[in-house]
């Protein structure tokens, strides 16, 4: 499994932003190889972190690819005071069930 951090402080939004936005999640979260999705915030420092899932590279490759993704990366300093991308293997992910997360047995990553 491969996830992908977007982690960024927004300045400001506007309609090509919202369609842009929920283009990329709609392409994102109707991908085959799309697990599921983490959101934080740090309010203190006004910073926002969206954790995507993936099966695989395939998926992070498909969503890197897509059009909408592509432009919004590059107006991003029109809507973002910065931001930073950390991709990961996810080696395991386990719990006590008490929270509603992904959680795959080590067949699945």
């Known amino acids: 499994m ?11 939004s506007d309609s090509e932003f919202e369609s842009l936005d929920n283009s990329i999640e709609k392409f994102v979260t109707n991908h085959p190889e799309y697990l599921g999705r983490d ?11 969206v954790v995507y899932y993936f099966r695989s590279e395939k998926g992070l490759a498909a969503l ?26 996810v080696l395991q992910t386990y719990g006590d069930g008490n929270l509603d997360h992904l959680i795959l047995d080590r067949s699945e990553i």
């Open 64 to 89: 890197k690819s897509f059009s909408d993704h592509k432009e919004a990366k590059s107006k991003y300093d029109k809507w973002y005071d910065g931001y930073k991308v950390i991709i990961s293997q």
């Open 2 to 12: 491969i996830s992908a951090t977007f982690i960024f402080k927004q300045k400001s």
């Open 39 to 49: 959101q934080w915030s740090n309010q203190e420092k006004g910073i926002l972190a």
